[in-house]
């Protein structure tokens, strides 16, 4: 896994954050199944990954230019910044799941 690196103006900016789902946000609401989960490191937002049919965490990036996200199903301990494109380790920063995440099997 990458480190952090000097060409990624926006690690600075990682916040401690509450998730703001025990899923993906939307696709909880729309009943749509998701694949991983991501975690604004901004806002708490939960949204799921790209191979997802939704990728409804690269869309609140979109919306909302919010660029770095963890990956947080399970807890993997990296982190991505959208805007530089870069992998780094968030091992030491990992956020817990604040309940138990719902399954589609």
Known sequence: MAR?????THIAG?????????????????GSPWLHLRLCRTCGHVGCC?????KHATKHFHATGHPIIEGYDPPEGWGWC??????????ERKTPHNGPIPRYD
């Open 4 to 8: 952090l690196r000097e060409s990624c």
């Open 14 to 30: 990682i916040q401690t954050v509450t998730p703001s789902a025990l899923g993906c946000e939307e696709c909880l609401k729309i």
């Open 50 to 54: 790209d191979d997802s049919p939704n």
């Open 82 to 91: 959208y805007v530089d494109k870069v992998l780094f380790d968030l091992s």
